[in-house]
């Protein structure tokens, strides 16, 4: 805390005070300077997401032919479990919408550069998908079994959930 002491006159009359102060822990910004948490949602909200290659064995490839998905439709209130080969579309019912699966992970990790598998056995599923929207592009992402509301697909109708891959 810091102390100050002040000092009033008016007119004949002389009035003192002291008093405290708590000490401020954030540091000045200069002036028209947005705020810090305001920077830092601007931040994650308008960084690019990086483009990483996927880096897959010929082992993990030859396992694993389709992923299994799980759609909720909200509005018909309707949960139904899809196959989805790996390199195909699904066509979701009643909508303009499609799901293109182009690629499967048992195992996810990523470094800077690359995703891959760190084994060929399921620990950490993740699929990469297409999703298009009156045949445009919509959103391309990750969807994982193990955590599925990491960076879900954001739409008011649709829940998309990947339940895990199915072997050859």
């Known amino acids: 805390m810091k102390s100050f002491v002040g ?3 008016t007119g004949s009359l002389v009035f003192s005070f002291v008093g405290c102060k708590k000490a401020e822990d954030k540091s000045q910004l200069p002036f028209g300077h947005p705020s810090i948490e305001k920077v830092m949602q ?4 308008d960084t690019p997401r990086k483009e990483r290659s996927v880096m897959m064995s010929s082992d993990a490839r030859d396992t694993w032919s389709a992923v299994r ?3 909720y439709d909200r509005l018909a209130k309707t949960t139904k479990e899809y ?3 790996i ?3 699904l ?3 009643d909508s303009k919408i499609t799901i293109r699966v182009l690629t499967f992970v048992p195992d996810f990790t990523m470094n800077d550069k690359n995703i891959t598998t760190a084994s ?3 620990k950490n599923p993740a699929a990469q998908v297409l999703i298009q929207a009156f045949g445009r592009n919509a959103w391309k992402g990750w969807l994982f079994s193990m955590h599925p509301d990491i ?3 954001p739409h008011e109708r649709f829940d998309i959930r990947l339940v895990g891959g199915v072997s050859k």
Do not use: E, M, R, Y
């Not at 601007?42 to 909200?45: G, K």
């Open 7 to 9: 000092v009033i006159v």
């Open 42 to 45: 601007q931040s994650t909200a």
């Open 69 to 71: 998905l799980i759609i």
């Open 83 to 85: 196959n989805v080969p």
């Open 87 to 89: 390199g195909s579309i």
């Open 91 to 93: 066509a979701l019912p």
């Open 120 to 122: 060929n056995i399921p």
């Open 151 to 153: 960076h879900p697909f």
